[in-house]
């Protein structure tokens, strides 16, 4: 079985030696002609690393030739193949630029976008790339109304926008579940002003109902009054803005036990007040 093994291992040495022998000879041949239809071989199989570094080394000969285009189009998106999204977006911004008027401007002009799309990481990390990648597909449909892609550009738009809005509903909730309810309070009203549209919009307005509810009765008696009055307010301004949710009746609960520990805080600063007298 090892003598098998070590066979094979020799085997598959061999053919790396060859394939690499092989690659060697087409990149150091003066043939441009030919070097260039192996880098297309190269590309067409896949094989984009060696496709790729084919194309590099043919910029000086073909510049400025008809064929320059689509090698600098295979170029780049031989990054992208490789899953290498940053250099493939710089390139494909690159591509625009040098080649203003082509009839691949649309599509290069959605795989730029697409590139950061790619980039976008998960849910628990920075979103920079997820913004970005959301406000360049707004920037795509805006350049190319009548675009093909418009729909997978919004669906982008919509899921880059829902990641967003549980990043920061995570966010809002941590708060909560750490009994830091102001910071709650704040993080979920955001949250529905980021998000007007959220189909979980109530439910961010009655945690923030709850939160302030929760800050006032964990404050010092001195604070609880206007606390207690904020949850009041928040809760009008749930109604108002929802009328018809299914939570509103939870959100009032909160409302009317706010204002019985109003009257409570007022009935005894009414006694101590007498009993000073």
């Not at 880098?39 to 896949?46: G, L, R």
Request: proline share 2%; with cysteine; net charge positive.
């Amino acid at each position: 079985m090892r003598i098998l093994k070590t066979f094979l291992a020799l085997i598959l040495c061999s053919f790396l030696v060859v394939g690499c022998s092989k690659y060697n000879k087409i990149e150091k041949s003066k043939d441009t002609t030919y070097k260039l239809a192996k880098a297309d071989e190269y590309y067409a199989n896949k094989k984009y690393r060696k496709a790729q570094q084919l194309y590099e080394s043919l910029f000086a000969a073909y510049k400025g030739s008809d064929k320059f285009e689509d090698l600098y189009y295979k170029w780049a998106y031989s990054y992208y193949y490789q899953g290498l999204y940053e250099q493939a977006e710089a390139y494909f911004k690159s591509f625009l630029e040098t080649f203003p008027n082509s009839k691949r401007a649309e599509e290069i002009d959605y795989m730029k976008a697409y590139s950061y799309y790619k980039q976008s990481p998960k849910l628990e990390l920075e979103q920079t790339n997820t913004i970005k990648a959301m406000n360049m597909m707004k920037i795509f449909i805006s350049n190319h109304p009548k675009s093909e892609r418009i729909a997978e550009a919004t669906s982008i738009i919509d899921e880059s926008r829902q990641k967003l809005e549980m990043k920061d509903y995570r966010a809002a909730q941590l708060y909560y579940n750490l009994k830091h309810y102001r910071a709650s309070a704040i993080a979920f009203a955001d949250i529905t002003n980021s998000f007007p549209e959220s189909v979980r919009g109530d439910e961010y307005m009655l945690m923030v109902v709850k939160s302030y509810y929760k800050f006032a009765k964990l404050s010092i008696n001195t604070k609880q009054e206007e606390r207690y009055q904020q949850a009041i307010d928040e809760f009008e301004n749930f109604r108002d803005r929802y009328p018809d949710s299914k939570l509103l009746a939870q959100a009032e609960e909160y409302k009317n036990l706010s204002i019985n520990h109003i009257k409570d805080i007022k009935e005894y600063e009414q006694i101590t007040s007498s009993a000073k007298r």
